[in-house]
T-cell receptor, first 113, second 114 residues
Framework: KQEVTQIPAALSVPEGENLVLNCSFT??????LQWFRQDPGKGLTSLLL?????REQTSGRLNASLDKSSGRSTLYIAASQPGDSATYLC????????????FGAGTRLAVHP | DAGVTQSPTHLIKTRGQHVTLRCSPI?????VSWYQQVLGQGPQFIFQ???????GRGNFPDRFSARQFPNYSSELNVNALLLGDSALYLC?????????????FGDGTRLSIL
């Protein structure tokens, strides 16, 4: 049974710091891995999707890496800004052929000026 | 182009009542999935519907049901509401129904049970 864990659960950093969020999963047979952002009380915004054949994806100040063999992904945020404050969730598709995502509990990020 | 839209945004109900939540997928998307997110946790899968048929179901009681219409929009129904059903209900759509399809989420419906 696939399980997804995110560390740390919460993070508070001053503006300008580079930071790394971690995601681990127990079953390495995944098609892809998605990173989402969630603002308080809002839905999920997809940030990056890494296919199983890829090692990393970049979008602006965000870079996500994937190591299937070790069951790990990291989301790197460069030069953090207060506007980056949100909860970051990673998710992988479950096996079974249908479109079910298994999520971690998220990392709650606060970037203070 | 419009993203995934959900209605209503907020809803307050009392225990024992019934509720219907609605979702319109991105134009051209044939698959709709529903998730429940309680405070402090990641979303939990409830259902997937693809081409108007149920493709998968999570570990939720029979009080939860859903359907998908010919235009691919979907409804989630919950009967005999319990306090523990208070949560953010998220709808996601994807182009096709397979597990390699990226999902696009709506803003959710916040359901509060009194």
């Amino acid at each position: 049974k696939q399980e997804v864990t995110q560390i740390p659960a919460a993070l508070s950093v001053p503006e300008g710091e580079n930071l790394v969020l971690n995601c681990s999963f127990t079953d390495s047979a995944i098609y892809n891995l998605q990173w989402f952002r969630q603002d308080p009380g809002k839905g999920l915004t997809s940030l990056l999707l890494i296919q199983s054949s890829q090692r990393e994806q970049t979008s602006g100040r965000l870079n996500a890496s994937l190591d299937k063999s070790s069951g790990r992904s990291t989301l790197y945020i460069a030069a953090s800004q207060p506007g980056d404050s949100a909860t970051y969730l990673c998710a992988v598709p479950a096996s079974g052929g249908y479109n079910k995502l298994i999520f971690g509990a998220g990392t709650r990020l606060a970037v203070h000026p | 182009d419009a993203g995934v839209t959900q209605s209503p945004t907020h809803l307050i109900k009392t225990r024992g009542q019934h509720v219907t939540l609605r979702c319109s997928p991105i134009s051209g998307h044939k698959s709709v999935s529903w998730y429940q997110q309680v405070l402090g946790q990641g979303p939990q899968f409830i259902f997937q519907y693809y081409e108007k048929e149920e493709r998968g179901r999570g570990n939720f009681p029979d009080r939860f049901s859903a359907r998908q219409f010919p235009n691919y929009s979907s409804e989630l129904n919950v009967n005999a509401l319990l306090l523990g059903d208070s949560a953010l209900y998220l709808c996601a759509s994807s182009l096709e129904g397979g597990s390699n399809q990226p999902q696009h989420f709506g803003d959710g419906t916040r359901l509060s049970i009194l």
